[in-house]
Each structure stands twice: as C-alpha cells, then as structure tokens.
C-alpha cells in the first residue's frame, strides 16, 4: 500500500447507510446469525479494488460474519476516524498511519492485541516481524495495531540515463562489490549533471532524509527520544552532503522544481537518474514500457555495506468498543497473515510483506530484478522514531524548517538548532 500521505490519491467517497458505520452493530442483511462488521483504509482506485475483493473473498469464506469496507479519502483521514471515535460509531477495524499511531495509543481506543497473537487461525508472534517495522503500533511489550504491509526505502535508478553519463557499472553491481558509498555515488550524479540531467531528486521526507543519518552512522534522536541531530556530527554531516550538493548542482531539491515535475516524473521522463522512494512506485515504472531501471539499498558513508535505511508503514488495529473482539482480530489475522499479504500484493503490488516469513515471493514479481533488496531494507531497516509521533504536527515542523536548508536560504547546523528549538516548543504546548 502506497504510504507516504504526500503521494496517496484521494479516493471518492461511497454513500453508505448509517448502519453501515456502526460499531459490531447487529444484523442487517436479512441473513439470520449473520453478525456485520467494518473496516475502513485509504487508498488509490486500484488498491481499494484490491481491497473489496479481498473483503467479498473473506465474507464468501467466512459466512457467518459480513464485513464492510468504508473507505475514507487520505485527506483528512486521521480527522475523520478520530471523529467516528468519539461519536461511538468507528469501524471495528481500521488502517493507521505510522506518524498517527502514538495518537490512538495515547487516546486508549485501541485494543491491547498481544494476548490475541496466536489465538486465531493462524499462530502469529510478535516476532514474525523484525522489530524495526513496529515504530509506534509497539509500546513496551504490548502491539497496538500489526502492520500488514511496508515500504523499504531503496534509490531507484534509470539505465538509460546513467549509460549516456558515461557510467559503466551499474549501482547494484558497485553495491556487490563493496563500492556502494557517498563518494562513489557523488561521482555519478556528477557525470549525470555534465549531461544536463539531475543525478538525484532530494525529497523532503523523514524516510528520506533519516535514511542518509543513518547511512551516515548518524543519530537523529536519542534512546530517550530526544532530538540531537543538532548535535550529533554524523547527523549534521549527513544534511550538509545533501545541501553542498544540492548547491553544485549533483542533486536537485524536489522542492525547487516547477510544478507538475515530481520526481517519479522526472524520473519517467529520463530527466533524472536517481529517485528514493519505496515499493509504491514499482507499478507505475513497470507500467512505462519504454524505462530501463533497477534499485539499490542506500549508498553509505562508513565503510559498512549496509546500514538500516527508513520504512514507511501503516498499521491494522481494533476499535477498542467493538462488540466482537474475537471477529476483529480473526479479520486482522488472516488480512496480516501470509495468505492476507499474497492476495493483496500478487500481480503487481506496491508494498512489501511486513511479515517476515511465507509471502516474500510477491516482491519477486515483474521488475525489478533486485527484489532481494526489498527484503533487505524490511529486516534491517527502522519505522517513523516514536518520539517524533508522539507530538501533533511535528513532522511537518521539521519538514519547513528542513525546507529553508534544502533551498539555501539557511546553512544545517542553524537550521538544526531551529528544529531542535522548535520540537521543545510543540513539547511544552501540547504537554
């Protein structure tokens, strides 16, 4: 499922009947014994498509319960199911975003489903998924929600693009050899400009940019949850590359171009060689018959191979009023089980399989051929850092601050400490 808000398509809203919103209400279908039940996510047309069916298939297998699917544009989602919450007319189940997760935690709407794992048909554990993909749904020993699906950051790039550079080996092959690093990858994005091309399109993203700290060896927050890439070396050496290059023109600021050149079209459009983005973009790269591309893990900077790069994620929780417990999670278990996850990401799917076991082979399909790099990033990659969930809005402070940087209208470290300055003041207005 597509996961960054900034990318996911509204989706137009079904007129439903009030019933239809109502928490484990009672039968209304006319089946007799048939117990009725909802769920709600965002998505793009094809992945609410992909969602129905999923929903008929489950009620055609399950007859003795009927389930709903509501869906609910991106645009404002957190607003609306927080309403329906409070109004006491919630899905009994329902997709979270990986920056609202601490939000619904904190309001104690969600039900505790660690005694739940392994209750249902299919014997789960919290440790059938790595432990970075948790971010916010984990709070101690206890889940607050299971993620179905994820997304591993990776640099895709275009063929076609790097070949007339010049650049005869590709990333994956320089990757295998151990030449994966920030010097390397400078190199090319610079053989790239000479051509009149972009070598990399700079995203103002926490997955984006906490992936080059961490590829750096770099901090942004510490265990505690403090904010210290404003003082952490490796952090500001990270955002100092990005803005030195950005500055000689190796990389370009996605938010310095025209309107309507994004990155992915740029990318399309053999204007770029370098995009990071996760597995959303696959299904409209491969649809483009006439683009040559490939991933990559991130490039790093400390003579490691690899290093841990972001994860966007979403979430499957229980509304903690549901009359049926028991049906709920059964739903979340099959819909986060190994079968759940081939039948929503087979044949072109744009996510990769949270679950670390049993349904790797959907990432294999099509291009790219790299899909070992998928799984890479999911074990060894980290979710959106608790700490930055936790207060309302942060995420898009740090993001305009960052923006100031990324444009040149302010050097790093000023820009850190102003980051740093202004999460202290959301801390003390919302606490």
Same mark, same amino acid.
């Given at each position: ?188 994005c610079s053989k790239v400009k000479a051509t009149g091309k972009y070598g990399?399109? &700079?995203?103002? =993203? !926490? ?6 700290? #961490? +590829?750096? *060896?770099?901090?942004?927050?510490? @265990?505690? %949850? ?98 049926? &417990?028991?049906? =709920? !999670? ?6 986060? #089980? +190994?079968? *759940?996850?081939?039948?929503?990401? @087979?044949? %072109? ?83």
């Amino acid at each position: 499922m597509k996961l960054r808000k900034k990318r996911m398509v509204l989706v137009v809203a079904l007129v439903l009947s009030s019933t239809a919103t109502a928490c484990g209400h009672d039968d209304v279908s006319g089946n007799k014994g048939v117990i009725n039940m909802t769920w709600s996510t965002w998505g793009n047309p094809g992945e609410l498509k992909r969602f129905f069916q999923l929903t008929d298939d489950y009620n055609r297998t399950h007859p003795h319960v009927h389930w709903t699917l509501i869906p609910v544009p991106a645009n404002g989602y957190l607003q609306k199911i927080q309403t329906e919450l409070v109004a006491g007319n919630a899905p009994d189940v329902f997709y979270m975003g990986d920056g609202d997760m601490s939000t619904y935690v904190k309001d104690h709407v969600l039900v505790n489903l660690t005694p739940l794992l392994g209750t249902g048909p299919y014997p789960h554990k919290i440790s059938d998924w790595p432990s970075g993909v948790w971010g916010a749904a984990k709070q101690g020993k206890n889940v607050y929600g299971l993620p179905p699906d994820i997304n591993p950051m990776v640099m895709y790039f275009n063929k076609t693009v790097l070949a007339k550079a010049g650049v005869k080996t590709s990333p994956s092959q320089l990757y295998k050899e151990g030449k994966w690093n920030w010097k390397t990858f400078q190199l090319i994005c610079s053989k790239v400009k000479a051509t009149g091309k972009y070598g990399y399109i &700079v995203d103002n =993203a !926490w997955n984006t940019t906490y992936s080059w700290v #961490s +590829a750096n *060896g770099g901090q942004v927050y510490d @265990s505690q %949850g403090n904010f210290i890439a404003n003082k952490n070396s490796k952090a500001i050496q990270a955002f100092e590359y990005l803005q030195r290059n950005i500055k000689n023109g190796n990389f370009v600021y996605s938010g310095s171009l025209p309107k309507g050149q994004g990155d992915d079209a740029m990318f399309m459009s053999q204007q770029a060689a370098f995009v990071a983005a996760g597995r959303w973009l696959a299904p409209e790269f491969n649809a483009d018959k006439e683009l040559n591309y490939d991933i990559v893990p991130w490039p790093t900077n400390t003579g490691n191979k690899n290093e841990p790069a972001g994860i966007a994620a979403a979430y499957v929780g229980i509304n903690k009023p549901t009359k049926n &417990v028991k049906l =709920a !999670w059964d739903f979340v278990d099959y819909f986060c #089980s +190994a079968p *759940g996850v081939k039948f929503r990401l @087979s044949n %072109g799917g744009n996510a990769v399989p949270a679950l670390s076991h049993g349904a790797d082979q959907v990432v294999s399909e099509g291009k790219p051929a790299h899909a070992e790099f998928w799984l890479q990033g999911r074990n060894t990659g980290f979710a959106i850092p608790k700490a930055e969930t936790k207060i309302p809005g942060v995420s898009l402070v740090i993001t305009q601050d960052l923006d100031l940087a990324f444009l040149g209208k302010q050097d790093i470290k000023t820009t850190l400490n102003q980051v740093a300055a202004d999460i202290q003041r959301a801390k003390q207005n919302n606490y």
